[in-house]
């Protein structure tokens, strides 16, 4: 650790806020099983495993008696032969049927990555018998019918079982039929709105299934999440045993929180960015001949933290080359080159999103640094995780943004390291998800009364609604597509259709965009970072789905500018707080534009502001929202003029808040404030789900809005700014460019509302208010 604490300046330097060591732990080991297939066997013994770590005997032993079972223990601790073991014996055994397909697998992944990395590894293995295939997208169709009819061990993803696998499952008969197991890798990664979805897709397989008599067992793996086998047993619908008491090895770890310095900027001091001071870190550490990962939020924040790491790293006298930026967007052939330089060592740094999250088998790294909290606990200790690959000492280091949720880790390291990581949020009920996945199940085979035990209560009146649309016809024997064509597949993923963001002069698709952020990301004009270099947007087609840009860096960056406004309609529950508050929660309508930009200089300096012509938005979601009687305020010190700044500045903090409690991260939420709504009459602010029907988040923010506003009262109270910052209640997502905002004025108002919210006796719910008018307010979107 020597190397490392001395590129980091030291232990005493005043940036490090707060270092804990986190203990090696010793391995528990026990013999490979009897029951697993020779070859298996002796493939494992010659890449030198002829035992297991406890935790994954365990989880194979239970997955080979049919138990369902979901293996949660931390990174790199070989959570895949928990599941490898079981199903690649059956596979095996499964060769030496009439057919050669006596037992079948079907192995899920969220990202492709992941599914290249099992597949090579299953191809390394060499099982005699085990004949492996990875279907998805990317697959050419005259390998597609091989695969169907041959394979017995299958790597696809969710979206594959949705689109294509389950509308034609009967080309896929016979695999289906000898179905043994089906693995859910890194199921952590299904929450919010695409895990909700998911969950909705493997009850539709269990229902095809079971036309072909088959009951495989589900083997899920996980990084540490809260309540595991709860969270496996919501994503399948059915009961789930927990692995969690992890036996392997694990290196030291020096985990540190570290707070960037105050600068001198062209406005005044202000800290530093984490983006910087991890381009900074990332340089240093490189430099001293530490492999470093360092992940960033955006995919902009990984561009300029590559680029600068370089351009220091050169300055140095070093090979800039040895530093690289990896992100979502990116073609697959650029991956994975970057992948494999990554193993090989020859990078020695990289900045990337979370796509290196899961667990793509990246070996070797010394160090990870973690520019601003990575949106959920379960991340910061998956990313740390990352660190110590090759047995040795590693380093951990979470550099803090300036925003209320990083200041308040920094003053409560037992955040970190005391806390329990969140729960993961899963809601297969949204009736809106639900609607699309019975028209799907429906043209599969017919829906009956029997499959509520598949689908939950909220089937039948879904399924009322439906008919009563003329999406499916009601007969005695159940519910059936109308039509001989599937349902248009809906899509898994909130931002699955694309734009692709095209070089105007020579036509190259340098990579893509969310079309959900499109307006915000690629607008005309916008600046884009593309693998270090950067582009002008000069056109934006969403009809086309294509951003036309051109190369050329002209010395700014650029933000987007949006106004909101927002309908509350009847709460499914609500009540009154104490003096002058009622929290409520129901469904939302907002409706957002982009409406302009600002050119801001690298200091951060203000240089323009260009109006936009772009299409408005409407999202139907759920919302927690609350109301205050003004006169109450008044008594607690927030005079009327006070009420916008400091409504504005309440939600700007208690959005950066909520991650630290639900597993999302800001930017799954958004909120929008008035000092007056038309249909409350009174100050209203609101919390949303960024999602369509809702992803569960403002749900659970309701059941915990005590802990939630009292934490946040207290980041904004304890920051040392005088009228707010970035830190306390500043939002680097505001569409109104942070104004107004009334630092003092959040501080009471937080304090008011929590006091309510904690008070004996205000925990009353379920209550229903009286139908609010539909006319829209125009509010101060966050």
Not at 182 to 199: K, L, N
Not at 370 to 397: F, I, N
Request: a neutral charge; charged letters at 20%; hydrophobic letters at 45%.
């Amino acid at each position: 650790m020597a190397a490392l604490t001395s590129a980091l300046d030291g232990p005493r330097d005043p940036r490090l806020r707060h270092h804990q060591r986190v203990p090696a732990r010793v391995a528990r080991s026990v013999a490979l099983p009897a029951w697993v297939d020779p070859g298996l066997a002796m493939a494992l013994r010659g890449e030198g495993v002829d035992r297991l770590w406890t935790h994954q005997a365990q989880a194979a032993e239970a997955a080979w008696s049919g138990t369902h079972v979901v293996i949660a223990t931390g990174t790199a601790s070989g959570k895949s032969l928990g599941y490898l073991l079981p199903a690649l014996t059956a596979a095996a055994q499964g060769a030496h049927a009439p057919g050669g397909r006596g037992a079948t697998v079907l192995y899920l992944a969220p990202t492709k990555a992941l599914g290249a990395d099992q597949a090579a590894r299953i191809g390394a293995l060499a099982v005699p018998g085990v004949r492996h295939a990875t279907y998805d997208g990317d697959t050419p169709s005259d390998e597609r019918r091989w695969i169907r009819e041959h394979a017995n061990v299958v790597l696809t993803n969710p979206d594959l079982v949705h689109h294509s696998l389950l509308p034609r499952h009967e080309a896929w008969a016979p695999f289906l039929r000898a179905l043994r197991f089906v693995v859910i890798d890194e199921c952590h990664a299904y929450r919010g709105i695409f895990g909700s979805t998911v969950a909705l897709v493997l009850r539709r397989l269990r229902r095809v299934l079971a036309r072909y008599r088959a009951a495989p067992t589900f083997v899920l793996a996980s990084a540490t999440v809260a309540e595991p086998a709860e969270h496996a047993s919501t994503l399948i619908g059915m009961a789930v045993a927990p692995v969690t008491d992890d036996g392997s090895p694990r290196a030291g770890l020096d985990f540190v929180l570290w707070e960037p310095p105050v600068v001198e900027t062209g406005g005044g001091q202000r800290r530093r960015s984490a983006a910087a001071e991890s381009a900074g870190l990332l340089a240093s550490l490189t430099g001293a001949g530490v492999q470093t990962l360092t992940f960033v939020r955006s995919r902009a924040g990984v561009e300029s933290v590559a680029a600068a790491a370089g351009r220091a790293i050169a300055v140095a006298g070093g090979d800039a080359g040895t530093i690289a930026a990896y992100r979502g967007g990116y073609l697959p052939e650029e991956r994975r080159e970057l992948e494999a330089r990554l193993r090989s060592g020859s990078l020695r740094g990289l900045a990337a999103t979370n796509a290196l999250e899961l667990g793509i088998d990246i070996h070797g790294l010394d160090a990870v640094v973690m520019a601003g909290w990575p949106g959920r606990l379960a991340s910061v200790w998956q990313q740390a995780g990352r660190a110590g690959r090759r047995g040795g000492d590693a380093l951990a280091v979470l550099v803090a943004n300036d925003d209320p949720l990083d200041a308040y880790v920094l003053d409560h390291p037992e955040v970190v390291f005391d806390a329990p990581v969140e729960r993961t949020i899963v809601n297969p009920d949204n009736q809106r998800l639900l609607a699309g996945q019975l028209c799907a199940a429906a043209f599969e085979r017919p829906i009956t009364e029997a499959d509520e035990a598949i689908f939950g209560p909220s089937m039948e009146p879904v399924l009322r609604d439906l008919v009563a649309a003329g999406s499916l016809r009601r007969r005695p024997t159940g519910w059936f597509w109308p039509l001989d064509t599937p349902p248009e597949p809906a899509s898994l993923r909130a931002g699955d259709k694309v734009v692709a963001i095209v070089e105007e002069r020579s036509g190259r698709v340098i990579g893509t965009v969310d079309r959900s952020s499109a307006l915000l990301q690629v607008h005309p004009g916008a600046v884009h970072l593309h693998q270090g270099t950067t582009y002008v947007v000069t056109d934006l087609d969403l009809d086309d789905a294509v951003a036309k840009v051109v190369r050329g860096d002209p010395g700014w960056s650029t933000i987007a500018q949006s106004r909101a406004a927002f309908e509350l309609a009847e709460p499914r529950s609500a009540a009154e707080r104490g003096d002058g508050l009622r929290w409520a929660l129901g469904e939302v309508i907002v409706r957002s534009q982009v409406v302009s930009f600002q050119r801001r200089l690298p200091t951060g300096e203000v240089i323009g502001q260009h109006p936009l012509s772009l299409p408005a938005q409407e999202l139907r979601t759920e919302g927690v929202w609350w109301t205050m009687d003004p006169q109450a305020l008044a008594r607690a010190g927030i005079a009327p003029e006070a009420l916008p700044g400091a409504a504005h500045a309440a939600e700007h903090a208690a959005i950066g808040m909520l991650p630290l409690f639900a597993a999302c991260d800001r930017w799954d939420i958004g909120g929008v404030s008035t000092a007056e709504h038309p249909q409350t009459g009174l100050p209203t602010i609101l919390i949303y789900d960024g999602f369509p029907g809702g992803a569960g988040y403002a749900a659970y923010a309701h059941t915990i809005g005590d802990e939630w506003l009292t934490a946040t009262r207290e980041a904004v109270g304890r920051c040392d700014c005088a009228t707010g910052c970035p830190r306390c209640v500043m939002s680097p997502k505001c569409g109104n460019g942070n104004n107004p905002l009334d630092k003092h004025g959040a501080v009471r108002l937080l304090e008011f509302c929590a006091a309510r919210l904690r008070a004996p006796g205000s925990r009353a719910t379920g209550s229903r208010a009286t139908t609010m008018p539909a006319d829209g307010q125009v509010g101060i979107a966050g």
